[in-house]
């Protein structure tokens, strides 16, 4: 599994830039320091971090190298073919993205709750692309912990403000929770958001209007749920199948969760992908 070649230049300028930004601040140096003292240039061949045991030493379960270890390897991902997006007036909205590409999607939810420290750099060594549906003011309070997993690849989505069930409501009251969220993470993140789960993944209609008003092209419930290294599938297939979408959240065990859907994965014969590069 690797990242496209762009998104792993684009990682590294944003790199850069926090580095020369974290210059004027104590904080964010650190954390920035810490992913990449892991990880050799992009460009280089893959090497050892200088923390990694000699070839005669396993590593402790459960250390983030043990992790790293336990990472199966998967078949090369195919080079992306986007899903066509239908010209209306809503965001199209899909539980598992259409395509026959042998393909699936780890996508992480909410950020309030529990964010295990070694996450970022557990996806940037092992190159895991994952989608986040961030509730704003999580976001807002942690941001440095998000951008540290935006820097390892991941990607930052929107997932509402309170994390009110939307369905139902009225087209103002879900505009403002999507919207305001989208303006909030665009405004952290500087990028706007293009993809939005509702909450509970409860929506109606309005709920695809309002979405596709705030920016939004997609709405995505799940085909999976991965909850204390345990996956659980909401499909008759009880594999995981291509264009799948798994949904863990920030929780304490997401180390396992993350483990657990690559496993699970990769049991399907598939490759983790992301799904921003199939829906442009
Ligand atoms: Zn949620």
Partial sequence: MSATPARRILAVVTLLALLVLSACTA????????VATHQPAPSASPAAPSTSPSPTTKPAP????????????????????????PVTGAAQFWQRLPTDQRVAFITIDD?????????????????????????????EEHDVYFRQIMVAG?????????????????????RHEICGAADKLEALFGK??????????EHDATTLR????????????WTETVHEGKVRYQT?????????????HFRPALMDDLLAALKAIHRAGL???????YVR
């Fill in 27 to 34: 904080g964010p140096a650190l954390h920035v320091r810490r």
């Fill in 62 to 85: 459960g250390s983030l190298d043990w992790y790293v270890s336990q990472v199966p390897t998967f078949p090369e991902a195919p080079p992306p073919q986007p899903v066509p997006l």
């Fill in 111 to 139: 950020g309030g709750l529990a964010r295990p420290p070694e996450v970022a750099d557990f996806i940037w060594r092992a190159h895991i692309p994952v989608t986040m549906f961030l509730n704003s003011p999580a976001a």
């Fill in 154 to 174: 991941g990607v930052v989505e929107n997932h509402t403000i309170t994390h009110t069930s939307l369905a139902g409501r009225s087209y103002d009251r879900q």
């Fill in 192 to 201: 706007r958001p293009t993809l939005f789960r509702p909450p509970f993944g």
């Fill in 210 to 221: 309002a979405a596709h008003d705030c920016g939004a092209k997609a709405v995505f419930h």
């Fill in 236 to 248: 008759p297939e009880k594999v995981v199948q291509p264009g799948d979408v798994l949904l863990m």
């Fill in 271 to 277: 490759t983790p992908a992301l799904l921003e590069d």
